[in-house]
């Protein structure tokens, strides 16, 4: 069963730069296309950025420009870097497997103005 751990979200100032992080484990990681979500309260899940087993990247419109997904297959763990942040961003981010239905815990990122 895939589980998923992210990390690194916190309080950061507009402008700012994040890095999150999500450890998976019980699937063949470097196998598997990843994906980066984000939820705000009362508002859908919504799509941020997807890389595939081979390195193919992709992103929401909105975010392109900001946001990089990265991935180490020898570590299994899956990378969002966010640079010049806007408050905007503040929602919780998710990391998840194409493949699969789980989802992680996420971890909360708030953008100060």
């Known amino acids: 069963q895939v589980q998923l751990v992210e990390s690194g979200g916190g309080l950061v100032q507009a402008g700012g730069s994040l890095r999150l992080s999500c450890g998976v484990s019980?699937?063949?990681?470097?196998?598997?296309?990843m994906e980066w979500y984000r939820q705000v309260p009362g508002k859908q899940r919504e799509y941020v950025a997807s890389i595939t087993h081979g390195g193919i990247t992709s992103y929401a419109d909105s975010l392109k420009g900001r946001f990089t997904i990265s991935r180490d297959n020898a570590k299994k763990t899956l990378y969002l870097q966010m640079d010049n942040l806007k408050p905007e961003d503040t929602a919780v981010y998710f990391c998840k497997c194409l493949r699969y239905k789980n989802w992680g815990q996420g971890t909360q990122v708030t953008v100060s103005s």
């Open positions: 019980g699937i063949t990681f470097s196998a598997q296309t």
